[in-house]
């Protein structure tokens, strides 16, 4: 396959939109990021864009009178520069029927919960305010609902009695900097299948369901 073409959608800090460029710049992704596009014009992302020579575009939700047009704005953007795989970092909003029906399947969002539990927004917070022990991230294809598409890699870190926040959040966000790349490589060696809701790993028999399970830390 040629090489895989991505298009980044990001609103705010973009640590894992760098956690990309970080993996194709180190050789473990073979990738290229054919565009930044954000909804916000002061996220650092653009800043991070910028740094590494990567073209972006603002685009303005309220020069359009309805999400779809929005959506299908960016759809077109997309399309223009040959993207193949669109990636949600932290993208604050819910993407609409235009932008995936011509990408069903080819966009990817990673969120800061084991989905299907604590879906939306404050994923981190609403583990801890659960009571949950177990906490983590999820890389998913993005479907019309809020955080429901077909679960792709899983990680999982501990939740302390003296947990924070911020402390959970920052335990999730390393794990996020991993997997999220390792869906991205998965999806350019063509090693994704979707059969309903279920994504199978090619050639990964040791992770049926390529969870990952990283090592317990220290608190
Ligand atoms: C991450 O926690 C991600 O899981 C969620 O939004 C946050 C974005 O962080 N979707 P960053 O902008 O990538 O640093």
Do not use: W
């Not at 019309?144 to 899983?154: F, L, R």
């Not at 920052?170 to 279920?198: N, Q």
């Amino acid at each position: 396959m040629n090489i895989l073409k991505i298009g980044v959608l990001a609103s705010g800090r973009g640590s894992n939109f760098q956690s990309i460029i970080d993996a194709i710049d180190g050789g473990r992704l073979r990738a290229s990021i054919e565009i930044l596009i954000t909804d916000n014009p002061s996220a650092f992302a653009i800043e991070r864009a910028k740094k590494h020579n990567i073209k972006y575009l603002f685009i303005d939700p309220k020069a359009f009178s309805t999400k779809d047009e929005f959506f299908e704005k960016i759809g077109n953007e997309l399309k223009a520069r040959g993207v193949d795989l669109v990636v949600l970092a932290g993208f604050m909003r819910i993407v609409r029927k235009p932008l995936i029906d011509v990408y069903r399947n080819k966009i990817m969002n990673i969120h800061p919960a084991i989905l299907p539990s604590f879906p939306g927004l404050h994923g981190q917070r609403q583990a801890l305010q659960y009571g949950a022990k177990i906490a983590g991230c999820t890389v998913h294809f993005v479907d019309e609902g809020m955080d429901t598409g077909p679960i792709i890699i899983q990680a999982a870190v501990p939740v302390f009695p003296d947990d924070t926040e911020d402390s959970l959040s920052e335990r999730i966000l390393k794990f996020e900097h991993k997997i999220y790349p390792e869906a991205i490589r998965l999806f350019s060696e063509e090693r994704l299948e979707i059969e309903g809701r279920i994504v199978k790993v090619k050639g990964h028999p040791e992770f049926s369901s390529s969870i990952v399970n990283p090592p317990i830390e220290e608190p």
